[in-house]
């Protein structure tokens, strides 16, 4: 599965061309990891070769973003896929459009007491998103790495109804709770970037994850 994280804009600004009309240096961009040091070589990098003031907005999920964007209170936003966005768009009936692709990072499952996913003992817990588009992908990476099999091979709109065998107990709930469970309620769990990031989740400690780079078809 193919994971960008895009550059997203509401269609107001890409008609008017920015923030507080014509005139305007600073551009509002929200995210969803504000501490990462990029983004302040970001803000340096386009005030010194733009011109660009560059104001970045941290939310604390991503139910936020697109809406504060769709209100125009940001300009720009950049922390989700393209599959998260055309799921937000179809089911808020919005049409926020993307203007270019900014990352790509793998989706890890996680664990702080077993080293590889074949250790999970049958029946342990394991936590994933609950929004539609990371649900699915969280099933895919479960699936992977040999904890379940779903329905027809699964889809990037897989749903917990679609296990048809599991070795572990799925449980779904907000993206930025998955981190914080794996210290005692859950053996392993799936993270976004940005919450294991948070948490301080090492790269040892991801057992397993998918892979984002793009699938090559012959033509």
Excluded: C
């Excluded at 990029?38 to 991503?62: C, H, M, P, R």
């Excluded at 996913?117 to 049958?122: D, G, K, V």
């Excluded at 065998?165 to 309620?185: E, F, H, I, M, Y």
């Amino acid at each position: 599965m193919v994971v960008v994280a895009a550059l997203v804009v509401g269609l107001a600004l890409s008609r008017s061309g920015g923030s507080g009309g014509s005139g305007s240096q600073t551009i509002r961009i929200g995210v969803t990891d504000a501490s990462e040091p990029y983004w302040q070589t970001y803000t340096e990098l386009a005030k010194k070769d733009l011109g660009l003031n560059v104001k970045i907005v941290n939310f604390s999920d991503y139910s936020q973003p697109n809406p504060a964007l769709k209100q125009g209170e940001l300009d720009l936003n950049e922390f989700q896929h393209i599959q998260y966005l055309a799921n937000y768009n179809v089911t808020a009936h919005d049409d926020l459009q993307p203007i270019g692709a900014a990352a790509v990072y793998p989706l890890p499952l996680y664990s702080l007491k077993y080293g590889k996913p074949s250790a999970l003992p049958n029946g342990a817990q394991v936590a994933i998103p609950n929004d539609a588009i990371n649900e699915a992908r969280g099933l895919l990476v479960l699936q992977a790495a040999g904890l379940l099999t779903l329905k027809d091979g699964g889809s990037a709109f897989s749903t917990t109804s679609d296990i048809q065998s599991q070795k572990v107990k799925v449980t779904t709930l907000d993206a930025s709770q998955t981190a914080p469970l794996l210290n005692g309620s859950v053996a392993a769990a799936i993270v976004n970037n940005n919450y294991a990031t948070s948490a301080k989740l090492s790269e040892s400690q991801a057992i397993f994850q998918d892979n984002p780079a793009p699938v090559r078809r012959p033509m």
